[in-house]
């Protein structure tokens, strides 16, 4: 088969990152079971530069078109007094928009040979391997009404509205419940619904499905407090958990934290499966930003990039073998010694960025 694939580099330390992601691409190509058929795109200020918006329809028709989008990062201080309509972020957000893209997956694994960098002691994260599922299009970011209004009286009152509706909690817990299959089959869910309506409905949705269609995953509930207090306890007892919007930005940067570098850290975000193709729309990015303290020096951490790779392979393009092989060399490479600057402890020894590529590339071949 030969998959689609569009890299949109954007800015900063974006296109430093990607050139790692062409280096595998081309090993797998030449190596694997699939062909791959790259094109490739601006997003973000690099965009805005080119097109005066951060990400032309020219683009977004490539990206409604590819199988999977791999972005990099995007934004600096270049961009900073563009007006805020047109700023970098806004590509970012019209892409996951318009494609859908409401499950956004976000792994935290805590590799043995970095767990002196966690927050937390090496025997509560060493091997750690957790997988947060969250709801990225709505609840209280998106709910209407969404205002500050004036009372008047020399005060005003700020308003968020946390909405969610049956179906858009039915098709992320259904993604949380068949990747959970795929890993542990053991699924948290969590809300506030001791406080919250939508937490009640939330509980009630999630139960429903299970019982009807994934009676052999194992599921339990926590309340978001709590979760947020045993996540920093006892990080190894999750596998896959699955919460909102809010909850879910709050409770991933916790989660980060826990594995000690966001140079490391890969994401997901997925949207509605076709019916008949069973294809989904998906956007890969790493979780950090265009780094612009270090951009333009070569020095910046690849792997969080190319976990996203893996990520696609895997849900994407159905290549979960390879997948697989590319995280077991990621962590060959951190376990052979190799170390960007981000990652190294004082005084170690630093490679760059190609020479990490590089050193993923010899353990993907051997
Ligand atoms: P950042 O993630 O870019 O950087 C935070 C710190 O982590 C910096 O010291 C940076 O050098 C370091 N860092 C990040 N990724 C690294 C890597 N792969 N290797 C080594 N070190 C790494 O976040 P910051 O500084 O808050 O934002 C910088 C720019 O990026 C801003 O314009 C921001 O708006 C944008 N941004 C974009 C995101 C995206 O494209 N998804 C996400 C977050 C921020
Ligand atoms: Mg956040």
Redo the contacts with the bound molecule.
Sequence with gaps: PTHTLLLLP?D??GPE?MAEVEKVLAWLGANGPAAFEVTRGLV?GCAIDAHGVPVSDADMAKAEAADAVL?G?????KWDGVPYEIR??AG?LRLRKDLGLFANLRPAICHAALADASSLKRELVEGLDILIVRELTGGVYFGEPKQIVDLGNGQKRGIDTQVYDTYEIERIARVAFELARLRSGRVVSSEKRNVMMSGVLWHQTVSALHARHYPEVQLRHELADALGMKLVQAPKQFDVIVTDNLFGDMLSDVAAMLTGS??MLPSASLGEADPVTKRRKALY??????????AGRG????L??LGSLAMALRYSFDMGAEADRLERAIAQALAEGHR???IARPGEPTVSTSAMGDAVLAALAA
Excluded: C, F, K, W
Aim: no cysteine; hydrophobic share 45%.
């Design positions: 954007g900063g330390i990152v973000g972005l990062a995007v934004g600096g201080p970098p972020e970012l966001l140079g990015e790493p979780v950090h930003g265009s780094a612009p303290d270090i020095i910046a951490n690849p969080a990039m960007t600057a981000d």
